[in-house]
């Protein structure tokens, strides 16, 4: 308990830290500019099949965002403090709720309420290229860790089972037109700290085309979480592919792709190969009102990514519908309702055998997202 209030008193002076920065913005020169972000994301879940939680009370093992039961919860909040100039940048956020609990288990108790914490400068004035260190989002997938940024309110399994931050240096350069450009140089996958025993450095690449009714992106990541030396560790190489299209005037649709494979054992030349696949698209229904859909499959039967037992294979299903009300500028009301369908584990006759489990569950959130800039 003395350790809880020890976080939340320094959590609560870094908050103060953004603020008192905030406030005093107008006496730095007008070419730099502040802006300050505030988030929160408040839930209430419903499962239908009564989950008991063991999983280090959360409903499934393999889901990070909104994973309370029966229970008014915060998925994540928080407040960040950015800093925009012509030749440098800086972003520092921190952040709380069960995604926080459930996502950052494995980080130090104070890094993991770090939502970004990165500086960046300007490596050539005329061009748009730039070097960015510190904790980033992650350069993978269509989703994010801010619901409000998302078609779906529930994060699909390909967002979940892949990075939702790094931390590392990152190059990152944007064409005058439609195209930009990322390389990467991190700690591994989704870790703010290197775990011990690991010598290697991993990395990443991101291309990205963008323009008015068209998104196409394509990620890589390249590395290792595992021990040892060069010729014995396991390696890991991942590839996201995904597009967006606006259909219409009220309409937008993505199609998401992700193909992963890892060696298995140190020293072999075995491979796990895992993939997931995505579609989601959402219609506007006015200027308030929006309806959103996903279809989703994922399949790593060799459990490189969801821990099980190595004997049967994890292949995942599901389907989700969910209605969007814009309360005001920057105030959201979210209603959901998802099934899943996964391969699992039961005894029958004193004998752990593979069965299909389905999962209904009912998602509310009312979610506040706002930016202001100093004047």
Known sequence: MIFRTTQMMRLSLICFTLISSFTQAQEISDSVKFSIRGFVDSYYGFDAGQPNQTFNNKRLPFLYNHTRHNSFSINHAFIQLNVDHERFRSRLGVQGGTYVTDNYASEPAMLRHFSEANVGVRLAKKRNLWLDVGILPSHIGFETAISTENVNLSRSLVAELSPYYMAGARLVYKT?????FEALLCNGWQRIQRPNGVKYLSGGTRMTYESDRYKFNWSTFVGTDSPGNFNSVRMRYFSNLYSTWKLGKRGEMTLNA????????????????????AAVGRVALGEKWKIGGRAELYYDPEHVIVWGPSFYEFVAAG?????DLTIHKGVYLRWECRWLNWSTLKFENGNLVPYQKNNFFFLGSLAIDINKESK
């Open 176 to 180: 005058e037109k439609n195209w930009e």
């Open 258 to 277: 992700d193909l992963g494979t890892q060696q298995m054992y140190n020293s072999n030349q075995a491979y796990g190969t895992w993939m997931g696949f």
């Open 319 to 323: 389907a989700s519908i969910n209605a």
